[in-house]
């Protein structure tokens, strides 16, 4: 089998996300919003039909506003299912506003989706999975896995080989720390 630093390397399209993107620690709510709408698009479809509607998405859910997506009315809903640039999925549509509405609820209890995470670090990929499922729409293992590699909260982003992987570990995503030692 071979890992995504295999064949992403120098493709126009994973190419930009893996050297850059995948498995470096986001702490930001709105790029956290969008990593994880963006894998739950992802799910039955490949990586790169989501990373070329990725600017779809984005005007599509309001540059990823946790709050402007969760006062998503029924007119909104029906705007993104006909919105030809994002996956016209009813579950998944539904998903990435009830989950923007649970965002701000996560936000009142804890700060920011970030702290969220934080809090709960470090988790087994299995204890996220049930977490994640008990929070959100639409998280089941590999959508929940993915996002955690994507976004440093699980190791196994980039082999120990690739070029990027000590640009990840420099950065000392969540993986890489213990409990309480923050960002």
Same mark, same amino acid.
């Given at each position: 089998?071979?890992? !995504? ?5 120098? *493709?126009?399209? *994973?190419?930009? !996300? *893996? ?7 986001? !702490? ?8 994880? %709408?963006?894998?739950?698009?992802? @799910? ?7 990373? $070329?509607? #990725? ?5 599509? !859910? &309001?540059?990823?506003?946790?709050? &402007?997506? &969760?006062?998503?009315?029924? $007119?909104?809903? @029906? ?5 030809? @640039? ?10 990435a506003i009830e989950n923007a509405r649970r965002v701000v609820e996560i936000r009142k209890a804890y700060g920011s989706f970030s702290a969220w995470l934080e809090h709960h670090h470090?988790?087994?990929? @299995? ?5 994640? $499922? ?8 590999? %959508? ?12 196994? &982003? *980039? #082999? ?6 000590? #640009? ?6 969540a993986w890489s720390r213990g409990k309480g030692e923050g960002t």
């Amino acid at each position: 089998m071979s890992a !995504y630093c295999d064949f992403a390397v120098g *493709h126009p399209v *994973h190419g930009p !996300y *893996h050297d850059t993107e995948y498995g470096f620690p986001l !702490y930001d709510d709105p790029l956290l919003f969008e990593r994880l %709408i963006l894998e739950i698009n992802q @799910a039955g479809l490949s990586w790169e039909i989501i990373l $070329k509607k #990725r600017n779809g998405f984005q005007s599509a !859910y &309001a540059g990823f506003d946790i709050d &402007a997506v &969760a006062a998503f009315d029924e $007119k909104d809903r @029906a705007r993104l299912l006909r919105d030809a @640039a994002i996956i016209r999925n009813r579950l998944k549509v539904d998903a990435a506003i009830e989950n923007a509405r649970r965002v701000v609820e996560i936000r009142k209890a804890y700060g920011s989706f970030s702290a969220w995470l934080e809090h709960h670090h470090p988790l087994s990929k @299995a204890e996220w999975v049930k977490l994640f $499922k008990r929070t959100f729409r639409f998280t089941g293992g590999e %959508i929940v896995g993915e996002f955690l590699m994507s976004t440093g909260y699980l190791p196994g &982003a *980039h #082999r120990e080989g690739c070029p990027v992987f000590g #640009r990840i570990v420099a950065a000392r995503p969540a993986w890489s720390r213990g409990k309480g030692e923050g960002t």
